[in-house]
């Protein structure tokens, strides 16, 4: 059974959609202003680098329909993510949204010498999103006296293909496929050239899916509400820079506990500051610092990950 | 350690934000948006620039190609200074009159304001005050965007 391939039949329909929108001449004439429609998180939806926000992402604003491609690497002391995607928007109200991530998990190795889990060497996990987000009132840009923010709601599906970890999950009781559901609020205060973000996401993601979701352990296989911030000051109309802060779970840390591994399995919120520049209509790059915290300290000297993150965006 | 930085960075920004002036109109005696544009010359000097711009600009040249340039470069200027609490009195049509005739999309509405962002770099206008002025202009884009 291979639960990534309907996934992978999404993503090809998306993709087929993306090119037929280059071929139709209203592409071409997509008229959001610069970075207004964010920049690709690593699950694919329009937002900050971490998170999503309520903006439609693309350069298409009403009546109009536009594409986005990302390619996006996190690089830490002992990780690495690779995401890449594509994200549709229509009429400035509908966006959908597809990733893949490719998450270098070399350090779980070491899982062997806990138990006979048999992980592979140099192994990777792979997780495929799609997303959905729908704008529901407001107008986070234009709107600029008043207080009213764009509000949208979201959910990222996600789909994780452990390979030879998947025996890490099942020791863990995690399963491989979940939903989350989340609402944000985005607000440009343009007479102060800022930009402020808040989203409650809805999840039971480890490590946002990398290690399944949920948890054998009594109360940890429950949906939670993480919130996520992200605040952006823009120094020209082309260059933004920023912060993140992106609330998660802790379900699997008890697991670790029990098992007699202290907090080896403990997860912590993300953190980042970054910088975005829009050199074109149709590309920017986005560059920042992030704070992973721990990711199964237990196996990576208990160290925080903190590293680059870059990516880059073609929106057409 | 970055955790403290950002939350101290949020908890900031968001006590800036609402503490700060909350948005609405610019009182009558606050005049530093208008001395920071350079009063009337220096709007004038604007929107020769922004007239030029949206005249070469093939997105928005259909619009103004065959208007009155003096007249809507007059009426931009006492509109802009009045609505940014300078010492003027915009007396021409409203912006739901001028506009409803030209089908105005959002994508025509942005590339304007794209034009304008341009013509404000040309002048030197610091981006913290060109914000300031935009936010002064972007809710007009209920009158003035009539197809959607
Ligand atoms: C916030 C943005 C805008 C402001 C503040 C603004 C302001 C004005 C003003 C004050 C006038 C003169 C009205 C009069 O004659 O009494 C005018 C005219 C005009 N505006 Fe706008 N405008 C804006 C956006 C736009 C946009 C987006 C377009 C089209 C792309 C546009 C196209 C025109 C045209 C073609 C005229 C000349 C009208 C005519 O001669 O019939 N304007 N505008």
């Not at chain 1, 270098?104 to 792979?126: C, W």
């Not at chain 1, 930009?195 to 946002?208: D, E, F, P, S, V």
């Not at chain 1, 699997?252 to 074109?280: K, M, T």
């Not at chain 1, 920017?284 to 160290?303: C, F, M, N, Q, W």
Request: aromatic fraction near 8%.
């Amino acid at each position: 059974m291979k639960p990534i391939r309907y996934l992978a039949v999404a993503r090809h329909l998306a993709l087929a959609g993306l090119v037929a929108c280059i071929a139709t001449p209203a592409a071409a004439a997509t008229g959001k202003l610069v970075l207004t429609g964010g920049v690709s998180s690593i699950d694919g939806a329009a937002g900050g680098g971490l998170t999503p926000w309520a903006v439609i992402g693309t350069n298409a604003t009403d009546g109009e329909i536009g594409g986005t491609a990302h390619v996006t690497r996190v690089s830490t002391q002992d990780y690495a993510l690779t995401s890449y995607g594509a994200a549709l928007g229509y009429h400035n109200k509908f966006e959908i949204s597809i990733a893949r991530q490719n998450f270098d998990a070399s350090p779980a190795i070491a899982l062997n010498g806990i138990a006979p889990f048999g992980v592979k060497r140099g192994e990777n996990i792979e997780m495929d999103v799609l997303g959905v987000k729908y704008r529901i009132f407001g107008e986070a840009v234009l709107d600029s006296l008043n207080l009213i923010p764009q509000v949208a709601v979201g959910i990222e599906h996600k789909q994780v293909q452990p390979n030879s970890l998947k025996s890490v999950l099942r020791f863990l009781d995690a399963s491989t496929s979940s939903t989350d559901f989340y609402v944000s609020a985005t607000k440009l205060l343009l007479e102060h050239s800022l930009l402020l973000n808040g989203t409650l996401r809805i999840t039971k993601a480890n490590q946002n899916g990398l290690l399944g979701f949920g948890a054998g352990a009594q109360g940890k296989d429950k949906y939670t509400g993480q919130p996520e911030f992200s605040v952006a000051y823009l120094l020209h109309r082309t260059l933004a820079i920023g912060a993140e802060y992106r609330f998660k779970p802790n379900n699997l840390e008890i697991l670790g506990r029990r098992a007699g591994l202290g907090s080896a399995l403990r997860e912590d919120d993300w953190s980042d500051v970054f910088v975005a520049w829009a050199p074109s209509k149709h590309f920017s790059l986005t560059g920042a610092y992030v704070d992973l915290g721990g990711i199964v300290p237990g196996i990576t000297r208990k160290r925080d990950q903190t590293g680059w993150y870059l990516s880059a965006q073609y929106a057409f | 350690m970055l955790r403290h930085i950002s939350r101290t960075i949020f908890a900031t920004l968001l006590a800036l934000s609402v503490l700060g002036h909350p948005a609405g109109a610019i009182a009558a005696s606050d005049l530093t948006l208008y001395r920071a544009l350079g009063e009337r010359p220096g709007l004038t000097a604007l929107m020769d620039k922004f007239l030029d711009g949206l005249l070469a600009d093939k997105r928005t040249e259909p619009f103004f190609g065959k208007s009155d340039h003096a007249h809507v470069k007059l009426m931009l200027v006492d509109l802009i200074c009045d609505v940014i609490g300078g010492p003027c009195e915009y007396a021409g049509e409203d912006m739901t009159t001028s506009h409803e005739k030209h089908a105005i999309t959002a994508a025509d509405f942005n590339a304007l304001v794209e034009v304008l962002q341009v013509a404000m770099d040309q002048q030197g206008i610091p981006v913290a005050d060109q914000n300031r002025l935009l936010a002064r202009l972007a809710p007009m884009h209920r009158a003035i965007i009539t197809r959607r």
